[in-house]
Structures are given as structure tokens and as C-alpha cells.
């Protein structure tokens, strides 16, 4: 469930772009069978354990391997039954039970059990698997009764709005290969699951192999007829953009997911086009209402200049989002006021932090800062010390590099000397896990259709495993999330959920950049696809080998 996104710059010339929406798409249930899918990976994952921390490639990964109780419909986003034949709920909403598929095993033959099942939540809740981001998200359930050997039942304390989904979604594990927890936390470079594909090998730092698990349950469940239909992936890691682009152009990948507006740019020229066909890969721009990622600056709280909002502020007005979507992005992306798209029920009622030096002086003039000495560097004393207004910023796209120079630019004329600190992948996440930083650009990646905002925003979860890396606290957000995760009604949790936004919001514990407007990828024509995207899905996992 932690997720972070990191964006790829895919320069890819000569294939086609199609600007389109999510229409009535159907899984193409007489789909063929067989062939292989070259996917990309934009960098190696930090391990493909299905339950301790990992990323988003650990995510894309598990989603193949791996299965779960049940799944989400790409249409509907309704659950839909996976290893769970039925489920049902109690009339209090507090008891949750689950009939298992006869049938279903693991890759190593095990069958899988309610043994297995409530092993899985335990191994989640276990501090050595280092899942502790997904705790918040089981913290509800007290009791977990195994009825029979395909038949489990889970009991809430409360009410939680996500008690079914957090059921229906974490990975179902074997209790043979990960029940000896010291032997389970050293295997982060193979897997067994019970999921479509089961693990081959993996080359480090080049490509992860995996194929159709022949004993997969699915194959004779109707529902899923028409998904998972290569019979080998390759998911092969490309951390630079321009081998990501002979890749491309060699023919050596079929599918790559692309996370920059400016990458899209790079293939359609400027100005946008909603059609640009040529080659044999077509790149699509596509819009539809998969979960919405964003792009930030984040503030460390513990920063003792920092943890002043009005610096925190005056910041954010030097950030010139306007100039660089237009300059760098064709204004294709919507500029962010919080942490849930624009416009959507939870978003606050506000406008984007605008780009004013003015303003921004006028903050840190009321805050004391001065540039006394007249060397053109801001000042203060904060513990009775002498403070230069310096600031460093981390970052893990090189790309993104000429964005942050025009903010380095401006905080220099505002008496803010900012230092951008390039660092590779793994240093930039471990940096930030031990709040070694001032200031860090990220961003996070699409989780559920709703999310549960205690993960990042709540004050339990700085220092506990959570993702509140900043150290951000407020207590009536505190209190409003609370609140809000055991309200079940939709409209009641929506106004609950926008006042805590908007309070976070007015905190300014990031710099909220951008949302984008269309979501991007390339697929080969070796691949038959049943649309450009499904209502909330691109549908990747129902896609096949266009080949004879």
C-alpha cells in the first residue's frame, strides 16, 4: 500500500499518440493464449516479498504473481470474487466471512487454506516484516476464526470504511515457505504466491522472469476468462531514458507505462497533438478515473526553519507551477491545492498557492528575516544562533532538474539560497526514511479510488513505519481522520475527509504541484488490447499476443 511515483521520461520518436477516454469497454474473454510480454520497469524493485515495504515495481510485480481473497472490477471498481468464492457481511458490519475456492493452490503445490489466510494478516501485523505502512489499514480486526479448511472469518472492533477492501486486497501467502519469519524476511529476490504467474528468476538490475502457473485456479473460473493471457513476462528493468527509447525502438518492449507530461512531449512534439501515428508503437494519452497521482515538494517539520509556516509559505509562492506546466508541459496537467485531485467530492473549495515574490517577501519580512549584512541572503536568529535562509532539496529524476533550476532561480532573487541534491533511487528513499533532509521533490502514485489518509497525514504514522515523512502534526486532523475512517456513509465521510484536506491544505506541509490531466502509455503492436483503457484501469492484465 505505500507507493511512490517516479516519474519516466520516455523519448520516444515516430510512434503514435491517441488523446481518448474510458468508453464501454469489454475483457475480451476469447482472448488467445500464449506468447510473450516485454514490460518495463523503470527501476528494480526493493524487493518482491509479497508483504514487507516495497515500491511501485515491488507492486506491478505482486500484481502477477500474487492473488488475493477478491479483486476489483475494471469497470465498476465493485469487488469481485478471487480466491474467495463468496463473503458475506454481518448486519452490525463488524464480521466478515469468507468461503474459500476448493481448488486454488500455491506455486509449490500447497492448497491454499483459511490456515494460509489468517496466517497472512498475522505475517502483515508481524514488526519484522516491515509492513507497518499497511497496518493502519488492519488495525480494526481483533479476532480471526478459521471455521473449517476453506472457510475464515474475520471481526472487527469497529466500524472502518475500508474493513471490506482491506480484507478483499492483501496478498494470501503460504504458511510453509514465509511462516519462519527469519527465513521469510531474507527472501526479497524470489516469491511463491497463488497468483496467475509464478516466479522463474531474477537477473539483478536487468529483468525479473515469470510464467503462466499451469495449476492456476482462474483458468476455470468464467469471470476470469480473458485475463493473464501471455504465457511469459518479462519484466525488464530500464532506469535510462534514452536506452528506455531504443528499447522501444528495437522492438525490445511491449508495454511501458509513462509518468511525465514532458515525456509525452518528447514523442508528440509541441504543441500537443491528440493523434500522432507512425511506427509500430503507439503511445496513448488516455483519460479515465484510475486513482490520480501527484507531485510535490515536502517539508520537514523537524527543520527547525522549516517547521515556521510562513516559511513554508512563502516557499510555495516562489514555486512558479504556472510557468512550468506551460513551459514544460503544454499546461496538460491541473495545478494541485491538495492531496485529492481538483474538483473531485474531497478536494477543498480553494484556489492553487499563486506565484507572487511579493507576497513571498512579505511572509518572511512578518516571520524576521532579513538580509542584514546586504551579502543578498535572508537571515535570522533561531535558538540564538545566526541562521542563513539556505535550503537543500533532494530529488531522484535527473529529468526534473531544469523544473527545480527555475525555483532555485527564484528563491535566490527572494534571498533564499536553495542546493538541489541529486541522489540515485535507493539513497534518496533511505535519505528520507531517516529524515536526513530539509526538503524532498516525490510524489506519490495512484493507491484506491478512495484512500485512507491516516497512512500519510495522521500523526501516528511519523516514525512508525507510516509515510508521514515530514513529521507533519495537526490534531484536529488528527481527529478528523479518525473520524472519518469509521464513517461508513459515502456523503458524510466525503465532508469529513474535504474539511481534514483543506486543514492540511492550509498547513502547507508540501508544495501540491501537479495533477495530470490524461494518463500515458506505449504498447507495442505485437499486443492486442480490448480498448484504450477500461473506466479505471488501463487493463494491461487482459491484454494478449497479437502474434500468429
Known amino acids: 500500500m505505500f507507493a511512490t511515483a517516479k516519474c519516466i521520461l520516455a523519448i520516444l520518436v515516430g510512434f503514435s499518440v491517441i488523446a481518448s477516454t474510458a468508453s464501454a469497454v469489454e475483457v475480451n474473454a476469447k482472448a488467445p493464449q500464449g506468447g510473450v510480454l516485454n514490460y518495463h520497469l523503470d527501476f528494480e524493485p526493493e524487493s518482491i516479498h509479497p508483504i514487507m515495504k516495497g515500491d511501485m515495481s515491488t507492486r506491478y510485480y505482486n500484481r ?302 512578518k516571520a524576521g528575516w532579513a538580509d542584514a549584512d546586504k551579502n543578498g541572503v535572508l537571515e535570522k536568529t533561531i535558538d540564538g544562533k545566526k541562521t542563513e535562509l539556505r535550503l537543500t532539496m533532494i530529488y531522484a529524476n535527473k529529468d526534473s532538474e531544469k523544473q527545480w533550476t527555475i525555483v532555485k532561480e527564484d528563491c535566490r532573487k527572494a534571498g533564499i539560497i536553495l542546493d538541489l541534491k541529486l541522489l540515485e533511487w535507493n539513497s534518496f528513499i533511505k535519505t528520507i526514511d531517516e529524515k536526513k533532509m530539509q526538503l524532498w521533490a516525490m510524489g506519490w502514485g495512484a493507491g484506491d479510488v478512495e484512500s485512507d489518509p491516516k497512512q500519510i497525514w495522521h500523526s501516528s504514522s511519523i516514525g512508525t513505519g507510516g509515510s508521514n515523512f515530514g513529521s507533519y502534526k495537526n490534531a484536529e486532523v488528527d481527529k478528523l481522520i479518525d473520524q472519518g475512517r469509521s464513517e461508513l456513509d459515502q456523503n458524510k465521510r466525503n465532508a469529513i475527509f474535504k474539511r481534514a484536506y483543506t486543514l492540511i491544505a492550509d498547513d502547507v506541509p508540501y508544495v501540491f504541484l501537479f495533477n495530470r490531466k490524461y494518463e500515458y502509455y506505449a504498447v507495442s503492436d505485437r499486443v492486442g488490447t480490448p480498448g484504450d483503457t477500461f473506466k479505471y484501469d488501463f487493463g494491461y492484465r487482459a491484454w494478449w499476443s497479437a502474434q500468429p
Not at 112 to 136: G, Y
Not at 275 to 291: H, I, L, R, Y
Not at 343 to 355: A, H, V, Y
Open 64 to 365: 502477477y504473481v500474487q492473488d488475493s481473497l477478491c479483486d476489483n472490477d475494471y469497470n465498476t471498481w465493485a469487488y469481485t470474487p478471487r480466491l474467495a468464492e463468496s463473503w458475506t457481511v454481518s448486519p452490525n458490519g463488524l464480521e466478515f466471512t469468507f468461503k474459500l475456492r476448493k481448488g486454488a493452490t500455491f506455486h509449490n503445490g500447497d492448497p491454499v487454506t483459511a490456515a494460509d489466510v489468517k496466517f497472512s494478516l498475522e505475517a502483515i501485523r508481524d514488526p519484522k516484516h516491515e509492513a507497518l505502512s499497511a497496518i493502519p489499514y488492519f488495525e480494526t480486526f481483533t479476532k480471526i476464526d478459521v471455521i473449517d479448511t476453506h472457510t475464515i472469518k474475520f471481526t472487527a472492533k469497529e466500524k472502518y470504511f475500508q474493513n471490506l477492501g482491506s480484507l478483499c486486497g492483501f496478498y494470501i501467502i503460504p504458511k510453509s515457505v514465509y511462516g519462519d519469519i527469519n527465513k521469510s524476511i531474507k527472501l526479497l529476490r524470489s516469491s511463491v504466491g497463488a497468483g496467475p504467474y509464478q516466479f522463474v528468476r531474477y537477473d539483478r538490475g536487468q529483468m525479473i522472469v515469470i510464467k503462466k502457473f499451469d495449476n492456476w485456479y482462474g483458468k476455470d473460473v468464467p469471470a476470469l476468462k480473458g485475463y493473464f493471457n501471455f504465457a511469459q513476462i518479462n519484466m525488464k528493468v530500464t532506469k535510462d531514458d534514452n536506452i528506455l527509447n531504443e528499447r522501444l525502438k528495437k522492438g525490445d518492449l511491449d508495454y511501458a507505462e509513462i509518468k511525465s507530461t514532458d515525456a509525452l512531449l518528447k514523442i508528440t512534439g509541441k504543441p500537443f497533438k491528440p493523434v500522432f501515428k507512425s511506427g509500430k508503437f503507439t503511445t496513448k494519452a488516455v483519460q479515465n478515473e484510475m486513482p490520480k497521482s501527484y507531485g510535490y515538494i515536502g517539508f520537514n517539520f523537524v527543520d527547525p526553519i522549516l517547521k515556521d509556516k510562513s516559511v513554508r509559505l512563502a516557499f510555495a509562492h516562489l514555486v512558479n507551477r504556472a510557468e512550468i506546466n506551460q513551459k514544460f508541459a503544454e499546461n496538460l496537467n491541473n495545478l494541485a491545492t491538495s492531496p485529492v485531485p481538483v474538483g473531485t467530492k474531497q478536494s477543498p473549495d480553494r484556489k492553487p498557492i499563486e506565484f507572487s515574490p511579493a507576497k513571498a517577501k512579505e511572509l518572511l519580512t
